[in-house]
């Protein structure tokens, strides 16, 4: 037993890997109830036994296995990672349980793989079982047939798939076991139970014996619908609903309607695999069936007949053995041979399914016209056959062939087409039986119900009945309008028949034979859902709106239906009856008419109608018209109105104004009455004629306006065009026209019948009067904007002039839109089946093209051209494709009828001659455009083989190609094309051109789409399989159709589909179904409703989803149902992160070719940021290349894509260099406008030019560089930085181009280098171009070797990485170098480094052979130039620490104002001026970091000069006295002097000598200890910390590098400084005047000096380390708050955002958070909240909080919780109150996270009282509500007493402040609203008085302190302490003190001092504080300086631009400054030469 304490010992998991079996079983046992007892599925302990579990289930011990099974289910179904185990643990259960003897290890085997299931893992629980199934163990084999059966059972056929397991079941049924066979039948009945008959014709060939015993199985099957009884983790809604039902007792009625659902409709065919035929056909087979014996005619078609009965063919070129039975059917004189050739076509036809389609065309003429036969077999043969066909294909395409017959003289065709056409529309559905189909046939129909044989009439009577029930009544009753009682009667006797297929019970009854393939066809063209909706619509009348019936390929939804239309209702789209009804009147005689108009004229009126006198005429036509104004609609008699009106004189009037008048009251009548078409014919020959009038024209148009909205422009057009040509008058011809022109832009077009106005326009043109032709042209071009070009088509013909300028006004009028119609909305009425119908083929699209006159070529398709065509001679083949090509030139437009011609025109596409191939695709393009839309019936057979020319290898074959599908597919949309497998099959092929061409192709056209059927699905795996070709550019296209296929399909279903993939190439493709899930386009919205579309620009609401689903040219819609999924994924994508606005302007889905407009860069947001991102997770390749390969070329071509125009990007990447350098030009014209997509896609850019420096092309080059250099300067400008990534992928290529052999462009390449030096650091530069000095190229490393000498001299020593002793080593190498060039120009660079560094440079070198070193010594010599002191050129190089870069995209950008280390802008600068702070270009500011850094001998002193006043130069002495005189009472005189000493001291502290520093330093410590005196440093503190920290920067980079110096005197300095600050922040007034922009550069100070290892390496260095950590927390305390937390915050933005500062100073910044938030309870009071929010905003917009949790520790993202947290918890809701200061407050979540907290905070303290505060706390709160009352009724009572109001709202006040939570509302509920008010508002009143002081005071920066000390200087100065540093305003006359100090010192006389402009006080009030870092301020003060001076010299002084200094120390006047500098120069100069 010893070992069992070693095992129990162990952790669970080891146990379980123990080789001892108990401690496994011990382990087991734990495990399980570990794992019962972890209840968060994403518990990372679950990862553990990953690898585990297979274990668990396989053990070798059987009792251990036991216990490892039920551990592993309960693994299984609480691990969230469980579903990584599936295949491993299932074949371990398989392999070694399912063979176990105990029942109980089989049971738990079958529980986890149903688990399994459950967890989604339904497919690979599968593949396993069904693995299993093959072990030779009959024990295994029965248990996975049980756990499918069972799995089956439980879960139903929509999770298990039942192809797979139906395939495997015949074998089973032939196992040697009994088991097996058993479980085997078993496994069938529950088959059949989910599937019923599906199930039969897979097993049909199992032994007759076991057939029969499952027959008697399936018999006893209950006839109940099965349900699913277990569910996915994915389905709990389902099973919530499900267990709901259980509870309620079984089936719920509205159980039936979820059935339908739940079970998806099996189809056979699908179960069954598909047998290949062709090859099995007998050899002579073609001969035999043309023998002249019918035996043997016989034979081959029983060959066939036995062949066809397999139930499903593998599809392949069936068309010979089509060909062949057709011909049998069509002319063999056997009847009984064409019976039989009929039974083989249906048999193909059923076998093939929609493959057999592309052939349907073929063989139906030829089978209704063999009708004529009467024999009942051969009729019944006929019969299944043209069934079968029809189910194979759609109606619309049939639909030709068919009315070809329907007028046939004999009528048992007629008979039997009648009764065809009724079976047919069993099978239609609403959608699938538009009008536009139903017009033609019912028309044949009705002629048939008329025709003088019974069964023709019956078969008639049938087909219309049919079409009754299937289209419903509102569709067909327009087409029955003339048809009589009896009849119709008997027609609707006939529906009622009728059963539909799509009903919800198959139709069995009526034709018994359509039973089989019924069901497979459901769900074919169905879609899993049925169509339930069909019958219940059908059988009310007219229950849908009309739109859904039409095209829209939607069944209607239940809605209410729709007011049935009255009489015609065919027009009316779903309007309201009254307003459709159409107005028919019979003609009333004159005599009626004069009675009817005496009633409602006054009597005068009438008798003056004809009198001889003008005026009287006139006289009455005003009574006429005032009557007409007053009558109601009702009582209008309007034909009797007009009658009298045309009544003599009539329309024969001869004043123009009665004319004018009568004119004008008919069209009062038409709008004002219900004017009918009766009135209308009365009047309109009248208006006709009037319309040239010139004088009463204007009002004819009026009235036939008028009419035509009363009577429908296309009845009224009609009439008056004809009216207009049937006379002679051309004025009246061009005027009708004209007025036409404007009522169709008025009305719109629909409606309108074009043929008619065709013929009319025809003869206008060929008017000889020139302003009717004008007319009719410009009446083309109104119609040109409905029609289309189309229109063109019918004026081919015309004379060329005329068809120019026909064209011309079509050109005109391209691009525009037809505007929306605003008449004929309001009283629209129906202008009977005609126009109805013209109305609905608009609807369709393709109404014109059908309209133009076709050809039928069909007898010209001769059997002799066709074997030309076929010919082995290819000459001759030419022939035959040339005659063809004439054939269709003369018949321009053809009717569908094409003969042989498909067959012999596909084998010409694979013709083994290329030229050859290119003329059929000609043709074939011809054939389109000539046949029209009615090309859509062969597309399958001609249209899927051009597709497969798109393989072929030369370029123009496939290009040619590609124009013949676009051809096609314009004509026939793209429905046909995508139906069926034939694109899926095209797509298999691996042929890369192929998928490559097909796949571009798709991806432009689906974007388009807005349905597609469902067979797209099957292109997906190809699609997927593309994705990973091994061809880059089929790579490529495949991901560029991706989002498009996702558009359609929906990402579920694309994700679905990867099941199958292998996982390495699953996990690829799920990555990128993401990526395009995010890029995914939104469908195409509706097309905008036209006016063509509907009679009214406001359609009625109902309107609108038809259209949204009708599809462009008639396609329809994928299922009957819009899949609801679809829209979904719409409506996901419009919301996808706002890029997709973007995505699809980058991916123009139509012609878009010619728009150029637009920005050419789109700016994705974070696109560059995600860029990085992939490049640095190596996700893309890295651009690091030596010659450019295709992958990089295509990886940017993508990059590109989302965010360059599509058209620059074509340039871009054209193989022709001329198209770059347009490129090049377009990019440099955009330049300047868009400048931040510029910069958005910088690094896409410079990628690309990079590409640019491997043309050889010249041009290209220049063009490139040209554009650098103004990129660049654009760049520095905008003050951008370079980011490395930006930098590392250009730079190298970039210095590869030094090396060019051209002078012109090294020059180039020079200037640019230097260029970017502005905009990427110098020191980082260094490097790329230390890199370009070891080319082979002597020319580039030449340049190289000066541009580093020219960085040197520029920038000094700092910029030599990694160390200046490196970089010269390997410059000096070069001396060596063979090429001569190289030689000198490293002896050059050494020279000037020389002359930058002095002798140190020998050290550096380290050792060189002799004869370089004595080159070098000569060569120094010969330059005798002495060291200088280091440059101070541009200070451009800056520590990376100031390479702020910024949240978006790495933009640096800065407002001009801005220097690198603030980003936050100037004004922070406590408060100096705003509009004073002069912006100082960058190349001529300085960088301190850059001057301090190097380590020139005289470098120290230099900051010093510049920094402060440059006092200190002029006093070699220290003047002790002043400085430690007593304090004298009179504030003047200590102004006088104090001031200016302790400037002067204080610009010592930062002297490079370290003696000058310490002796400074010690006496600011003395003034400091004295109480008395220490006020006087009032106004310095920041120029002393700023000096103070100037000289810790010192130390830190040039004292402590230095060897020389003596390390204690380091030590030393130290501790003066770090001294001097303890007593500094000892005294509170004095530390409070510290700015935030000081404090923040001062612990950025001194938190480097705690973390610099190097002092921790000196003697004392722990000492100083402690010192500054004290002091840190001094400061901390002491400081203002307010600016010590916002440096802090800046402080800490800007180490997290530059890449080279370490963990740990970002980590010692954020302690010193923590203990300010430490601090807070004490100092919130006084913290400016306001500022510190927007600090935080700012910092939180930088940093959002996913960045922040990228971020490596968790300690910042927890920093800012934290305070946030605690600033709520102090401040409680009112925290919100302080977002004053943040202009949008969306930039940031921080408003978002102070509600959460505050929310969270609220709920905390619902609970507190439950259960948080504890003991006193609670007694306290309980005594306070006991006292509460009293307390509170004593403060009301001192508020109601007038004495002690206010007293008594302050202490409420007080006591609200302290108990938030108390509740005054009893004690003011019983008060007046007077009383209440008055509370109300004097608590808000002390409010704002209490916050307002708390918050003015931190804002102004005047502290109390100060004011004490105070004391007015002068009338207007308000007050005035030393310095302006806190933005107190300070009089003029301090400065002039100032000043006169300064001039007596510079040697200038004062006298003068009245000439000068008065100094008015300078300051305005103190802006937003804002973070200003002190090296700004010195910036700052030099560029007043400088600008002072200029002013000085010009004399325009403008009192506001006196600069005060930046750090308030003085402020010179000009000339002062001006002396100043000159001064400086000289003494420069002397210094300078002192020191030689």
């Known amino acids: 037993m010893g070992d069992d304490s070693e095992w129990m010992k162990l952790p669970i998991d080891q146990k379980c890997e123990h080789k001892l079996w108990k401690a496994r079983l011990n382990g087991y046992e734990e495990a399980l109830k570990l794992f019962q007892k972890i209840d968060d599925e994403k518990s990372p302990e679950w990862s553990k036994y990953l690898g585990l579990i297979k274990k668990f289930v396989t053990d070798s011990n059987a009792v251990a296995q036991l216990k490892g099974l039920e551990a592993a289910l309960a693994y299984v179904e609480n691990a969230h990672v469980a579903g990584k185990t599936t295949g491993e643990v299932a074949s371990g259960v398989v392999n070694k349980v399912f063979n176990q003897p105990k029942a109980r290890a089989k049971e738990l085997g079958l529980d986890i793989c149903l688990m399994y299931i459950e967890i989604e893992k339904g497919e690979a629980i599968q593949e396993e079982l069904l693995k299993g199934l093959d072990n030779k163990n009959p024990k295994i084999i029965v248990a996975c047939i049980e756990t499918l059966r069972k799995a089956l059972s439980e879960f139903g056929s929509k999770i298990i798939s039942l192809k797979p397991i139906i395939k495997v079941l015949p074998k089973l049924f032939e196992s040697r076991e009994k088991a097996v066979r058993d479980e085997a039948k078993l496994l069938a009945v529950e088959i059949y139970r989910w599937i019923r008959d599906a199930l039969r014709p897979p097993l049909q060939n199992i032994n007759s014996v076991q057939l029969k015993e499952l027959e008697e199985e399936w018999i006893k099957v209950s006839s109940a619908v099965p349900r699913q009884t277990r569910f996915l983790r994915s389905q709990q809604e389902l099973k919530a609903k499900f267990e709901q039902q259980q509870a309620v007792g079984g089936d719920a009625d509205g159980g039936d309607d979820d059935e339908e659902e739940t079970v998806p409709q099996v189809d056979a065919y699908e179960l069954l695999e598909a047998v290949e035929i062709l090859s099995k056909l007998p050899k002579d087979f073609y001969e035999k069936i043309e023998a002249k014996k019918w035996q043997e005619r016989k034979e081959a078609l029983e060959a066939v007949e036995l062949l066809v009965k397999n139930p499903k063919l593998e599809s392949g070129d069936y068309a010979d053995l089509v060909k062949a039975l057709k011909k049998v059917v069509g002319k063999d004189t056997n009847v009984m041979l064409v019976a039989l050739a009929a039974k083989c076509l249906a048999g193909l036809a059923t076998g093939l399914r929609k493959k057999f389609g592309q052939y349907a065309g073929h063989v139906v003429p030829t089978i209704l016209e063999k009708f004529k036969e009467k024999k009942p077999q051969v009729v019944q043969a006929l019969q299944e056959a043209i069934d079968a066909i029809f189910l194979t294909t759609t109606l619309q395409n049939l639909s030709e062939d068919i009315l070809a017959v329907m007028d046939n003289k004999n009528p048992t065709i007629k008979q039997q087409t009648s009764l065809f056409i009724a079976r047919s529309f069993r099978h239609c559905t609403p959608s699938t039986l538009p009008k536009s189909l139903l017009k033609p046939f019912c028309a044949a129909l009705l002629k048939h119900i008329n025709d003088s044989a019974p069964e023709v009439r019956d078969a008639g009577f049938e087909a219309l009945g049919t079409a009754l029930k299937v289209a419903g009544e509102k569709a067909v009753n327009p087409f029955l309008a003339d048809v009589d009682k009896l009849k119709l009667d008997r027609i609707k006797e006939c529906a009622e028949k009728v059963e539909l297929v799509y009903g919800k019970k198959t139709g069995g009854a009526a034709e018994k034979r359509e039973g089989k393939p019924v069901a497979g066809k459901t769900a074919a063209l169905q879609g899993p859902g049925g169509d339930k909706e069909t019958k219940d619509a059908a059988a009310k009348p007219g229950p849908q709106k009309k739109p859904s019936a039409v095209k829209s390929g939607v069944p209607p939804k239940k809605g209410k239906p729709a007011t049935a239309a009255g009489a015609g209702g065919t027009g009316a789209k779903g309007k309201k009856g009254p307003e459709t009804k159409e107005i028919f009147e019979s003609e009333l005689s004159m005599e009626v008419c004069e009675e009817k108009a005496a009633a409602v004229l006054p009597a005068s009126c009438i008798q003056q109608l004809d009198s001889g006198n003008w005026k009287e005429r006139l006289a009455c036509m005003e009574e006429f018209q005032k009557a007409v104004e007053l009558m109601e609609r009702s009582e209008m008699p309007c034909q009797a109105l007009v009658r009298m009106l045309a009544k003599k004189p009539g329309w024969k009037e001869t004043n123009f104004q009665v004319m004018q008048m009568k004119l004008h009251i008919v069209a009062l009548i038409a709008q004002k009455g219900n004017f009918s078409k009766t009135s209308a014919q009365v009047v309109l020959d009248g208006l006709v004629d009037k319309v040239g009038d010139v004088k009463c024209g204007s009002n004819a148009k009026e009235a036939m306006t008028a009419i035509a909205e009363a009577c429908q422009l296309p009845w009224t057009a009609e009439q008056v065009v004809a009216m207009a040509f049937s006379q002679k008058n051309p004025k009246n011809q061009s005027e009708t026209l004209n007025w036409l022109s404007n009522a169709i832009k008025e009305f719109g077009f629909s409606g309108l019948n074009v043929k008619a106005f065709i013929s009319n326009v025809k003869t206008a043109l060929a008017a000889t009067n020139p302003a009717v032709r004008t007319s009719a042209i410009t009446l083309l071009g109104v119609m040109y904007l409905y029609v289309g070009p189309s229109l063109r088509m019918f004026f081919e013909d015309e004379k060329p002039a005329l068809l120019s300028q026909i064209d011309a006004e079509f050109e005109k009028m391209q691009g525009q839109t037809a505007p929306t119609p605003t008449r004929g909305i309001s009283r629209h009425s129906a202008g009977g089946g005609d126009d109805g119908e013209e109305e609905e083929q608009e609807e369709v699209g393709n109404d014109v093209v059908d309209l133009l006159p076709r050809t039928d070529i069909g007898d010209k398709i001769t059997a002799e051209l066709v074997s030309k065509i076929g010919d082995k001679n290819w000459k001759i083949r030419k022939e035959g494709l040339d005659e063809v090509t004439s054939i269709l030139n003369e018949a321009k437009f053809i009717h569908a009828n094409i003969g042989e011609l498909p067959v012999a025109l596909k084998n010409r596409l694979n013709d083994s001659n290329k030229i050859l191939v290119q003329q059929t695709l000609s043709i074939l393009q011809q054939l389109a455009t000539a046949m029209g839309p009615n090309i859509k019936q062969h597309v399958k057979n001609l249209g899927i083989p051009v597709i497969t020319v798109l393989g072929d290898s030369k370029n123009n074959v496939r290009a040619a190609a590609l124009a013949t599908v676009n051809a096609w597919a314009e004509q026939t949309g793209m429905k046909e094309w995508l139906e069926g497998e034939d694109l899926s099959e095209e797509l298999k092929k691996e042929n890369p051109f192929l998928r490559q061409e097909l796949l571009g192709w798709l991806a432009e056209k689906l974007p388009t789409l807005r349905s597609v059927p469902s067979d797209l699905l099957l292109c997906v795996p190809h699609l997927y399989s593309c994705l990973e070709d091994r061809n880059g550019d089929v790579r490529k296209k495949a991901q560029d159709a991706l989002p498009f296929f996702m558009m359609h399909l929906g990402f579920e279903k694309m994700a679905k589909a990867t099941g199958k993939l292998k996982p390495t190439s699953k996990d690829q493709v799920l990555a990128m179904l993401e990526k395009a899930k995010a890029n995914m386009p939104a469908k195409p919205a509706p097309p905008a409703k036209s006016s063509s579309r509907v009679v009214g620009g406001t359609a009625p609401a109902k309107f609108q989803p038809a259209s949204a689903f009708a599809d462009d040219l008639g396609s329809n819609t994928m299922e009957s149902k819009p899949d609801p999924k679809k829209a979904k994924a719409g409506g996901l994508s419009s919301k996808t992160k706002g890029v997709q606005g ?180 110098a020191s980082k530069m260094f490097p790329f171009i230390m890199e370009g000095t070891k080319s082979k190229n002597s020319k580039q490393r030449a340049e190289c070797l000066e541009e580093l000498g020219c960085l040197v001299e520029s920038y000094g020593m700092n910029v030599c990485q990694p160390t200046p002793g490196k970089a010269l080593k390997e410059m000096a190498a070069h001396i060596g170098d063979r090429d001569n060039t190289v030689r000198n120009a490293a002896l050059n660079t050494i020279v000037t480094v020389y002359n930058v560094h002095g002798d140190q440079v020998f050290k550096l070198i380290g050792n060189l052979s002799e004869k370089d070193m004595s080159m070098l010594e000569e060569r120094i010599k010969r330059s005798a130039k002495r060291p200088s002191a280091a440059p101070v050129r541009q200070a451009e190089e800056k520590p990376q620490r100031t390479q702020n870069i910024s949240a978006n995209a790495g933009m640096m950008r800065k407002g001009p104002a801005e220097d690198m280390s603030s980003k936050l802008n100037q004004n922070r600068n406590m408060g100096s001026h705003s509009e004073t702070t002069h912006t100082v270009p960058r190349e001529f500011q300085l960088d301190l970091d850059e001057i301090e850094n190097d380590n020139g001998t005289v470098r120290c002193e230099m900051p010093a000069l510049v920094q402060h006043k440059l006092d200190d130069i002029f006093e070699p002495v220290l003047i002790p006295e002043p400085k430690i005189r007593a304090v004298s009472p009179h504030f003047d005189d200590m102004h006088s002097n104090t001031a200016s000493t302790i400037n002067f001291v204080i610009s010592q502290v930062a002297s490079g000598d370290i003696n000058t520093s310490i002796q400074a330093l010690t006496q600011i410590d003395e003034v400091l200890k004295q109480e008395d005196k220490a006020e006087a440093m009032s106004g310095h503190i920041d120029q002393f910390l700023i000096a103070t920290f100037m000289q810790l920067r010192l130390i830190y980079n040039t004292h402590m590098a230095d060897e020389k110096l003596d390390k204690d005197e380091i030590v030393r300095l130290y501790s003066c400084i770090i001294g001097s600050m303890i007593t500094l922040f000892q005294i509170e007034s004095l530390a409070r005047e510290a700015s935030t922009g000081v404090l923040k550069d001062l612990m950025h100070g001194l938190i480097t000096l705690m973390l610099d290892s190097r002092v921790e390496d000196l003697e004392e260095g722990e000492q100083v380390i402690r010192s500054v950590n004290l002091l840190v927390v001094k400061v901390l305390e002491k400081s203002d708050q307010t600016n010590i937390l916002s440096a802090l915050l800046v402080l800490l933005q800007d180490s997290l955002l530059a890449t080279a500062s370490s963990p740990k100073f970002s980590e010692l910044v954020m302690k010193c958070l923590w203990r300010m938030v430490r601090l807070l309870p004490e100092t919130i009071n006084s913290i400016n909240l306001d500022r510190i929010l927007l600090d935080i905003h700012i910092f939180m917009k930088v940093f959002p909080k996913e960045k922040l949790k990228q971020c490596k520790s968790d300690f910042p993202i927890r920093t800012l919780k934290t305070l946030l947290h605690t600033l ?80 008594g709202l302050a202490e409420l006040y007080e006591y609200k402040k302290k108990y938030s939570d108390a509740d005054i509302e009893p004690f003011l509920k019983n008060s007046s609203q007077f009383f209440q008010s008055y509370v109300e508002r004097g608590l808000r009143l002390i409010e704002t008085e209490r916050e307002g002081k708390g918050r003015i005071a931190p804002s102004t920066g005047i502290s109390s302190q100060m004011e004490g000390t105070c004391v007015p200087v002068s009338t207007h100065t308000v007050s005035s302490s030393i310095g302006n540093t806190n933005g107190e305003e300070v009089g003029p006359s301090v400065y002039l003190e100032r000043l006169k100090i300064l001039r007596q010192r510079c040697g200038l006389d004062n006298a003068k001092q009245e000439d000068r402009p008065p100094l008015t006080s300078l300051l305005s009030k103190p802006t937003l504080p804002t973070v200003a870092s002190s090296t700004d301020m010195l910036h700052s003060k030099l560029s007043q300086l400088r600008e002072s001076r200029e002013q000085y010299q010009h004399l325009d002084l403008d009192s506001n631009q006196t600069h005060s200094s930046g750090i308030g120390t003085t402020l010179a006047s000009p000339s002062s400054a001006a002396a100043n500098i000159d001064d400086l120069k000289k003494r420069l100069e002397r210094i300078k030469s002192s020191r030689k």
């Open 1768 to 1847: 709520c918890k102090l401040k409680g809701p009112k925290i919100l109150d302080h977002l004053t200061m943040i202009d949008n407050k969306n930039e940031s979540e921080l408003e978002a996270h102070l509600c959460r907290v505050m929310k969270h905070s609220m709920d905390q303290s619902g609970k507190a009282d439950k259960d948080t505060e504890k003991g006193a706390s609670r007694i306290e709160e309980k005594a306070s509500k006991a006292k509460v009352n009293d307390i509170l009724a004593e403060i009301f009572k001192k508020i109601g007493s007038k004495e002690n109001t206010k007293e």
């Open 1142 to 1321: 973007k995505k699809v302007l980058s991916k123009p889905s139509l012609k878009e070719d010619d728009d150029k407009s637009g920005p050419i860069f789109i700016i994705v947001p974070n696109g560059k940021e995600q860029r990085m991102k992939e490049e640095k997770a190596l996700k893309v390749l890295k651009w690091n290349f030596t010659t450019p390969r295709d992958e990089y070329i295509e990886q940017l071509k993508t990059q590109m894509s989302t965010c360059v125009a599509k058209w620059l990007q074509d340039e871009m990447f054209h193989a022709d260099f001329q198209h770059h350098n347009k490129a090049l030009a377009v990019m440099i014209e955009h330049l300047e406008s868009e400048k931040d997509g510029v910069i958005s896609c910088l690094d896409l850019i410079l990628k690309w030019l990079t590409l640019r420096f491997f043309d050889t092309n010249t041009s290209v080059l220049m063009k490139t560089l040209e554009y650098l250099k103004l990129l660049f300067n654009m760049l520095s400008q905008e003050e951008y930085h370079l980011t490395e990534n930006e930098a590392s992928s250009f730079i190298p290529y970039l210095i590869l181009k030094v090396g060019e052999p051209k002078d012109v462009i090294r020059k180039d390449v020079r200037a640019i280098l230097n260029r970017m030096c502005l905009i990427y650091p």
